[in-house]
């Protein structure tokens, strides 16, 4: 079993949609989790870290289950500049450095 | 914010010959920084741990005498691919945190190696 999975996708939507992203993982002592966005041929970029009650910036809110282990990011009124790859992150350690586990990524395609 | 910066953003190179990149965080202090590798369609994976004045951690299956990892200063790590060879053609990008703990990190723009 993978550590970090992710239905890679591509999730096709128009634009104005609503789209949402699962991500879940198998460490439960994961200390802290993030979304990434990838855009093609270039290095990920922070979106957002994803807190224990759940947090939202503009356009998109992160949701974290700790029970479940999994972990959600969902966009609202998608735009066109949305389409990337979405990168779940989790971070296994908890002793001053960082050990990050990458998810495969879910793709987003918005289209006219 | 802070800015990580890695260089150059693409190599191509022979087989047989050695590519160093450069990773430099601009405005903050890194003790440790980390090189991820990614091949097409896959995820990122961590190569390595590199921390400022002593020997880097290398991940299971990383050889180290090929992946030489230097990281003299505090805003400075270096990756060398020594005697590349095309299956080591990838996107190889470091990052840094400035701050220890949960922080997130930060990306520098990725190396795209080539190896013919």
């Known amino acids: 079993r993978k550590e970090v999975e992710q239905d890679p996708g591509p999730f096709n939507v128009p634009e104005g949609a609503t789209v949402a992203f699962n991500c879940t993982y198998s460490n439960s002592a994961s200390q802290s989790f993030f979304w990434y966005r990838q855009d093609c041929r270039k290095e990920p970029k922070l979106l957002m870290s994803?807190?224990?009650s759940g947090n939202e910036d503009g356009r998109f809110t992160a949701q974290l289950n700790r029970a479940s282990q999994y972990i959600s990011l969902l966009i609202r009124d998608s735009k066109l500049s949305d389409s990337a790859t979405y990168l779940c992150v989790v971070n296994e350690e908890n002793t001053g450095f960082q050990k990050l586990v990458f998810g495969t990524g879910t793709r987003l395609l918005v289209s006219p | 914010g802070a800015v990580v910066s890695q260089h150059p953003s693409r190599v191509i190179c022979k087989s047989g010959t050695s590519v160093k990149i450069e990773c430099r965080s601009l405005?903050?202090?890194?003790?440790?920084m980390f090189w991820y590798r990614q091949f097409p369609k896959q995820s990122l994976m961590l190569m390595a741990t590199?921390?400022?004045?002593?020997?880097?951690?290398?991940e299971q299956g990383v050889e180290k005498d090929k992946f030489l990892i230097n990281h003299a200063s505090l805003t400075l790590s270096t990756l060398t691919v020594t005697s590349a060879h095309p299956e080591d053609s990838s996107f190889y990008i470091c990052s840094a945190s400035y701050k220890q703990g949960t922080s997130p990190l930060h990306f520098g723009n990725g190396t795209r190696l080539t190896v013919t």
């Open positions: 994803v807190y224990s």
């Open positions: 405005d903050f202090q890194a003790t440790t």
């Open positions: 590199s921390n400022e004045g002593s020997k880097a951690t290398y």
